[in-house]
């Protein structure tokens, strides 16, 4: 059963920085894609940064040159780097990761969210 905990939201003033992290529990199972997107109330999910397994990133335009994504391949834990933040950068983040867990399944995980606040 693989599981993804999450933890690093806040509450944090225009400019500041926060580091999210997301940490996959279990075992046998490799990760091909781990992703963090975020939600506001009234709005879809939104897809603000992604690391493949290859190592190629993606990030949402409103976020590029702030925000970083990274891993740790051998803790299975993806990192989210936010500086200059900004009040609309406010949401619940959510990591997912697609995980392979056998030779024919993957299956898309996601974590139990986390409070960003930024105030101005």
């Known amino acids: 059963q693989v599981q993804l905990v999450e933890s690093g939201g806040g509450l944090v003033q225009a400019g500041g920085s926060l580091r999210l992290s997301c940490a996959a529990s279990?075992?046998?199972?490799?990760?091909?894609?781990m992703d963090w997107y975020r939600q506001t109330p009234g709005k879809q999910h939104e897809l603000v940064a992604r690391?493949?397994?290859?190592?190629?990133?993606n990030y949402a335009d409103s976020v590029k040159g702030r925000f970083t994504i990274s891993r740790d391949i051998a803790k299975n834990t993806v990192y989210l780097q936010m500086n200059s933040l900004k009040p609309e950068d406010t949401a619940v983040y959510y990591c997912?990761?697609?995980?392979?867990?056998?030779?024919?399944?993957?299956?898309?995980?996601w974590g139990q969210g986390t409070q960003v606040t930024v105030s101005s």
């Open positions: 279990g075992s046998g199972f490799s990760i091909n894609i």
């Open positions: 997912s990761m697609q995980i392979r867990i056998s030779s024919y399944v993957s299956q898309r995980y």
């Open positions: 690391i493949a397994s290859g190592g190629t990133t």
